[in-house]
């Protein structure tokens, strides 16, 4: 049984260390960064000095690609010398068997150790490595790596200078397999900004600018109303009254100017002037109170000119609080008039509906869609019933689900899923690798870059149309598709 003695001498560290930093410049190739196992036969032409036949043995290295140049190695070396047979003539032969004679002992060595390479190219490699056992080993030299282009399995051979405690100085040759463990990640990509640069021939369509809010605007900015649609609402803060009254103070008329102005600007637009109050008083003065202050506005604003058919007023009183009724600051939030957008350009329905409370519940509803005109108009407003299409046994597929605003695709076992989503014009997508394999979305004129298990990368689209997209890692059997709207 051999025991291993770790003897390393510490002249030879440097040498270890200038071959493990010397790889250190990185380069923008691609790689395997996977890690390998490298079992490899081994051959030393053995220093006369031993006294020995060659010594043959094995070596095995485990080891990962740190850089694209740079390789990291733990290595176990075995070598074993055959004694050679001593000649002592006739005369010595005689006396060594009549007196004991020393004989030649086979040479065993087991080191462990650490050792790096450095690639000059593809191919070949500088090898250094430190190895300490039954005796301190160095190797030094040349190897060559043939195959593996695929990300299989590879040849390796080296050429070492191989130095035995510095006592021997021998040729050592390695020959064996790599083999790379696991499976190999996607080549890494450099993702550039995409610049979308229009055809010289036609001018680029100018981008609308976003809808203003549905808000009061900053004090000395004119109100709008384009941003709104119906259900808005637009609470009139500063539209305030005389203390128990409904007459209108100096500065809630300077407001409402603002508000008259931007109806008339809008005259598609149907409002409500809804009035509330907070819980000081009883719940039926509180209600009448309400009612007041919203006519109120509604007369001031056809003072200026709004026409009294594009506006209703409801009193809530004391039924729809905003916040609470046990200090004066929330008092005084909860007494308000707010003004909702009831209709576009006749796009809504409104209904008014009684509440328990004794209050009014106002409902918006969309009108249903016309139906679609008949293919020949010429044909009668009923058919006869022997001419009606029967109705399918089996419903159609339903369309993939609209997603409003923000849409999340998820990647995972080799698909995208969903695989076919639909949004709105203007929504982002955001694609989540939940796969432990690396993956990318790839439209035709834009992708992410590789995406790790956890990585996300999101998408924008403003203009309808359908968007195909694809893993350019694993091609297009892992596909999808984006439906703008």
């Known amino acids: 049984m051999h025991h291993l003695h770790f003897r ?34 081994s051959y030393v032409l053995a220093d006369d000095a031993r006294n020995t036949d060659d010594g043959i043995g094995a070596t095995l290295a485990i080891g990962k690609r740190i850089t694209p140049m740079f390789e990291l ?30 004989e030649p002992e086979d040479v065993e060595i087991y080191a462990l150790g650490a050792g790096a390479n450095l690639f000059l190219g593809r191919h070949f490699y500088l090898h250094g490595d430190v190895m300490g056992g039954d005796s301190t080993l160095m190797n030094a030299g040349i190897g060559l790596h043939l195959g593996g282009s695929d990300g299989g399995w590879g040849l390796r051979a080296e050429a070492l200078f191989h130095s035995d405690e510095g006592d021997y100085e021998e040729t050592q040759f390695n020959l064996g397999v790599h083999i790379p463990i696991g499976r190999r990640a996607a080549p890494k990509e450099v993702v550039e900004p995409v610049q979308v640069v229009p055809p010289v021939e036609m001018a680029a369509e100018p981008v609308p600018p976003p809808a203003p809010p549905c808000e009061l605007p900053a004090p000395g900015q004119p109100m709008t109303l384009e941003g709104c649609k119906a ?10 009254f005389e203390f128990d009254k409904s007459k209108l103070t100096v500065n809630a008329k300077t407001l409402l100017d603002m508000v008259a102005d931007a109806l008339l600007a809008r005259t598609d637009i149907k409002v409500e002037i809804d009035g509330h109050t907070d819980a000081k008083g009883s719940d039926a003065y509180n209600q009448k109170l309400s009612e007041r202050r919203a006519q109120s506005v509604k007369d001031y604003l056809s003072s200026r000119g709004v026409d009294l058919t594009r506006m209703a007023t409801v009193g809530f009183g004391e039924s ?14 909860n007494r308000r008039v707010e003004l909702k957008v009831v209709e576009i350009g006749g796009g809504a329905v409104v209904a008014y509906a009684p509440t328990p409370e004794g209050s009014t519940e106002v409902l918006i509803t ?113 596909s999808g598709k984006v439906i703008v709207k």
């Open 8 to 41: 390393l001498k510490p002249r030879l560290i440097p040498l270890l260390a200038a071959a493990m930093f010397c790889g250190a410049a990185q380069a923008d190739d691609d790689y395997d960064d996977r890690y390998y196992i490298q079992p490899m036969a």
């Open 73 to 102: 190695e733990l290595r176990g070396n075995y070598l074993k010398y055959d004694a050679k047979s001593i000649d002592r003539g006739l005369v010595g032969g005689l006396l060594c068997g009549l007196l004991p004679c020393p």
């Open 231 to 240: 259900g808005d609402v637009i609470v009139l803060r500063g539209v305030n």
């Open 320 to 333: 729809k609080p905003i916040t609470t009724n046990d200090t004066d600051e929330g008092r005084e939030l």
């Open 366 to 478: 969309e009108p249903a869609p016309a139906a679609a005109p008949m293919a020949h108009a010429h044909e009668p407003e009923s058919l006869p019933e022997t001419v009606l299409a029967p109705e399918p046994e089996t419903a159609p597929a339903p369309a993939p689900a609209a997603a409003g605003g923000n849409a999340q695709v998820t990647i995972g076992m080799m698909v995208f899923e969903p695989k076919e989503i639909t949004v709105t014009a203007g929504s982002t997508v955001t694609w989540t690798n939940d796969d432990g394999s690396n993956h990318n979305v790839s439209f035709s004129d834009q992708k992410s870059g590789r995406m790790k298990k956890g990585a996300t990368w999101s998408r924008s689209f403003t203009t309808p149309g359908e968007y195909p997209y694809d893993c350019s890692i694993h091609g297009p059997s892992m």
